[in-house]
């Protein structure tokens, strides 16, 4: 499983599920802070910055993210955070 986060409210809402799931993080680069970074390095998650920040309110940047993370990635379940 894949979760794609945009803001650090999505963050909070999947941060249970992510750690239940060990899945994938893929997250714009200024989301998480240093202690959430080592939380989910400490708990083995992967973690995966966006090459340029996606603004969830627009669907274009939403599409073109989740389009460089379904070609980066294995094939799988991805959770795209919804605003």
């Not at 240093?34 to 708990?43: G, V």
């Not at 992967?46 to 309110?57: K, V």
Request: hydrophobic residues 45%.
């Amino acid at each position: 499983m894949i979760y794609l986060v945009f803001t650090q409210e999505g963050f909070q809402q999947a941060k249970p599920l992510i750690f239940e799931d060990k899945a994938t993080l893929w997250i714009n680069a200024d989301v998480l802070t240093n202690e959430q970074q080592t939380e989910l390095i400490q708990a083995n998650i992967d973690i995966y910055t966006l090459p340029d920040n996606a603004d969830p309110g627009n669907e274009k940047s939403v599409l073109a993210a989740l389009d460089h993370v379904e070609k980066s990635a294995a094939e799988c379940d991805i959770f795209v955070e919804y605003v």
